[in-house]
């Protein structure tokens, strides 16, 4: 699988030091105003502010206060892509396509419900997909160019099921309802992308 293309706030290979620092030090301080304060208080001026940076730097990282949170969410996405690239299957290499498909949608599922308050955050209707979008586009489309379906358009068809798996979580669940009910809604997602995928990837 080719690596997923680098979102906002990611380092990069030719990144400064000193760069890399502030970029570090930005994502520390997000993080801790996040737990403190709440996704509603952290802005570009208060996270140059709190972080002791000038808010040309924290503007230049991340251009726009969804940023921030793409960043946030890139960061602690690093650790499911590893699992993907490297971990045991069915997540991992190893496992027939259909089966870690299914698997990648539930421990993206399992991610964005955590990570709900950054994720949602995230959105900028300004890009043409959403925050994470992507990254998931990029792996379904791998694994379905593996799986027999024909005469199918595999990259209209990986965005579709991205939509699919991604869309509902994001954009229709209120904060409120998912706190009370994130369990149950991870459970009911987890089987519903299931049922999709092997009814899509029925021979």
Not at 33 to 50: I, S
Not at 86 to 115: D, K, N, S, W
Request: with cysteine; glycine share 8%; proline share 6%.
């Amino acid at each position: 699988m080719n690596r997923p293309v680098v979102t906002w706030g990611a380092s990069s290979p030719n990144e400064r030091a000193d760069a890399s620092r502030n970029r570090l030090h930005l994502l520390a301080t997000a993080r801790e105003m996040l737990a403190e304060l709440g996704a509603d208080r952290l802005t570009m001026d208060a996270l140059a502010e709190r972080s002791g940076l000038g808010k040309g730097t924290v503007y230049r990282r991340f251009r726009t206060r969804a940023g921030i949170f793409q960043a946030l969410l890139d960061d602690g996405e690093r650790v499911v892509q590893e699992q993907i690239l490297a971990g045991p299957p069915p997540l991992g290499p190893g496992a027939p396509p259909v089966e870690r498909l299914i698997a990648y949608g539930q421990a993206r599922v399992r991610f964005l419900v955590e990570h709900r308050e950054i994720a949602r955050a995230a959105l900028d209707g300004r890009q043409p997909v959403p925050a994470g979008s992507q990254t998931s586009q990029t792996h379904i489309r791998m694994l379905l160019g593996q799986i027999d379906l024909g005469p199918a358009d595999l990259t209209l068809l990986a965005i579709q099921l991205t939509a699919a798996l991604e869309g509902p979580l994001l954009l229709y669940m209120s904060a409120t309802e998912l706190s009370s009910t994130a369990l149950q809604v991870e459970e009911r997602l987890a089987r519903t992308w299931q049922d999709l995928v092997q009814r899509v990837c029925r021979p």
